[in-house]
T-cell receptor, first 116, second 109 residues
Framework: DADVTQTPRNRITKTGKRIMLECSQTKGHDRMYWYRQDPGLGLRLIYYSFDVKDINKGEISDGYSVSRQAQAKFSLSLESAIPNQTALYFC???????????????FGPGTRLLVL | GQNIDQPTEMTATEGAIVQINCTYQTSGFNGLFWYQQHAGEAPTFLSYNVLDGLEEKGRFSSFLSRSKGYSYLLLKELQMKDSASYLCAVRDSNYQLIWGAGTKLIIKP
């Protein structure tokens, strides 16, 4: 089983709709992240959480919100979707004590979102 | 502003060696990562450098020069499965990862 899972894997929605992307992990990591990836651009951080009671805005948080329901679950919501939120969304996890060095981030398989 | 530069695309031949460069300008430096990303898939960790010099791991090596704001990823004995995008990321003074747009590597037989 995958350590970091995302649902749904693909989603088509209409402008103005509310949508939630979910992320679950079995790695036992405290830190979780949401990124979006657009063609020709690097991964951009939307929100991150270092533990259940901690939520922080990233580089591009406008139009998004998150919820950390438990250590293992981190959800991303688009309150009112717009076409320029069409992108590939990745969830990632990390832990200070794990990784070959420097706190490696481990990524979920991604959610491909299309906003019409 | 913060900036990570990588070539957009490179082509190499199966069995050959390729070097993918990354230059960075960030507010602080707390390590540099290389990730591999096959089309439509998640990025996966390849290497991490925090001190100057070369880190070797099998067919892949990564080099860092902090004074020059420069790193490269060296791939030897290229295989068709190495066709992917290679992402350079720097951890800045706020311990956030700043990502390059990635280098798409095309391997030809």
């Amino acid at each position: 089983d995958a350590d970091v899972t995302q649902t749904p894997r693909n989603r088509i929605t209409k402008t103005g709709k509310r949508i939630m992307l979910e992320c679950s992990q079995t790695k036992g990591h405290d830190r979780m992240y949401w990124y979006r990836q657009d063609p020709g651009l690097g991964l951009r951080l939307i929100y991150y959480s270092f533990d259940v009671k901690d939520i922080n805005k990233g580089e591009i948080s406008d139009g998004y919100s998150v919820s950390r329901q438990a250590q293992a679950k981190f959800s991303l919501s688009l309150e009112s979707a717009i076409p320029n939120q069409t992108a590939l969304y990745f969830c990632a996890t990390s832990d200070l004590s794990e990784g070959e060095g420097g706190e490696t981030q481990y990524f979920g398989p991604g959610t491909r979102l299309l906003v019409l | 502003g913060q900036n990570i530069d990588q070539p957009t695309e490179m082509t190499a031949t199966e069995g050959a060696i390729v070097q993918i460069n990354c230059t960075y300008q960030t507010s602080g430096f707390n390590g540099l990562f290389w990730y591999q990303q096959h089309a439509g898939e998640a990025p996966t960790f390849l290497s991490y450098n925090v001190l100057d010099g070369l880190e070797e791991k099998g067919r892949f090596s990564s080099f860092l020069s902090r004074s020059k704001g420069y790193s490269y990823l060296l791939l030897k004995e290229l295989q068709m499965k190495d066709s992917a995008s290679y992402l350079c990321a720097v951890r800045d003074s706020n311990y956030q990862l700043i990502w390059g747009a990635g280098t798409k590597l095309i391997i030809k037989p």
